[in-house]
């Protein structure tokens, strides 16, 4: 797509930065916490050479994977209100400079403190 085309609307850019925002104190910290017991976990494991906290690091990957998939599923586009990217798709969702379903600008291309040219 050519993001010339791209429609800017401040609006839906504040709108989805509010929407990251709450992300980033909901979802966002739960999944922090899972990536840093399966740190810990691994620590364990290599420490204490022990197969039970390796085999709890691998069962921390399945609530981590579903997480991301609610994640991105949750993370809607304030204008077509479907999610901006796919779940297959690489990369965070709070990420997406665009929205790749309705070509609605989420960040501003001109800059956080800068306006669009008239
Ligand atoms: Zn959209």
């Known amino acids: 797509m050519k993001l010339d085309r791209a ?21 966002g910290r739960f999944q922090h916490g899972l ?12 420490l204490l050479q022990s197969g039970t906290w390796g085999r709890v690091f ?9 997480a991301r998939i609610v994640d991105r599923l949750t993370l809607l586009c304030p204008h077509c209100n479907r999610p901006p990217i796919g779940v ?3 990369g965070p969702p709070e ?15 001109y800059g956080i403190h800068r306006h669009a040219p008239d």
């Open 95 to 109: 990420g997406v400079d665009y929205c790749q379903q309705c070509h609605y600008w989420l960040r501003s291309p």
């Open 35 to 46: 990536m840093l017991a399966m740190a810990l976990s691994a620590m364990a494991a290599v």
């Open 88 to 90: 297959l798709q690489r």
């Open 58 to 66: 691998a069962t921390l990957f399945i609530p981590l994977l579903v």
């Open 7 to 27: 429609t800017h609307d401040p609006a839906v850019i504040a709108a989805w930065a509010a929407r990251v925002a709450q992300r980033a104190r909901g979802i």
